[in-house]
């Protein structure tokens, strides 16, 4: 499986992305600086997690207007698969290739522990390495995580099967107090439409080991270079 990673100013998660991507696959992911104008074809683009461009104005929103967005959108229309994790789920959302959006944590604080995550479905490229409704531990680090929708666009994407993960509490329980950051309907991640696109908040790149808190995260990388390779 090839893979590439989009690089930001301000991007901070691309060395442990990348990491994660080349033990699951056995090759190193290409890099690819924000002022580029093309992504070479590969099997996956990632967005990384980290802040980019500052997060000025809105965590996300100029790294949607970056010089590398308009191979990244042509690629995705085309069928690429691509995923992005905490601030990539943010760009991902301010391009318009994920539904919803991402706003401050209801609790208004930054929040970096692990979370319970329950996979709504294993029926996708991304999570076919889990089991329908299988709950997860995976590490969270974010100030902007509080998915939001209008009820419409929920119900929607809820009938459509485009939810991929939702927040549980410890005994995998779909409950406020499982809900870190005030997300609608406790939604962690989103599919579009085809399932060809991933956003999520919790950063499976960083529970691949067990020395560092879990390895719950390699189902996602090792499903990938299963249904890519």
């Known amino acids: ?5 989009i690089v930001f100013p301000g991007t901070n998660r691309e060395r442990d992305m990348a990491i994660a991507l080349e033990q699951a696959s056995g090759k190193a992911p290409l890099m690819v600086w924000h002022k580029d104008s093309e992504i070479p074809d590969v099997d996956l683009i990632v967005v990384p997690g980290g802040f980019s461009y500052g997060d000025y104005l809105r965590a996300g929103a100029m790294a949607a207007h970056s010089p590398v967005l308009r191979s990244l959108k042509e690629k995705a229309a085309k069928g690429t698969p691509v995923m992005g994790v905490c601030n990539g789920f943010q760009v991902l ?5 994920l539904p919803g959006v991402l706003m401050r944590n209801a609790g208004l604080k930054f929040i970096c522990r692990n979370v319970g995550l329950k996979v709504e479905t294993s029926q996708s ?7 329908d409704g299988q709950v997860l531990s995976i590490p969270v680090a974010h100030n902007d995580g509080n998915y939001f929708a209008d009820n419409e666009t929920l119900d929607r994407i809820e009938q ?3 939810v991929a993960f939702r927040y549980v509490d410890e005994d995998g329980a779909m409950t406020e107090a499982g809900n870190p950051n005030g997300s609608a309907r406790n939604i962690a991640g989103v599919f579009n439409k085809d399932k060809t696109v991933l956003g999520f908040m919790p950063h499976p790149e960083n529970a691949i080991d067990s020395a560092v808190g879990g390895t719950d995260g390699r189902g996602l990388f090792d499903g990938l270079v299963r249904a890519l390779s």
């Open 1 to 5: 499986m090839k893979s590439a990673i």
């Open 93 to 97: 959302t301010e391009t318009g290739l």
């Open 125 to 131: 490229l991304f999570t076919g390495g889990y089991e």
């Open 160 to 162: 459509d099967g485009q």
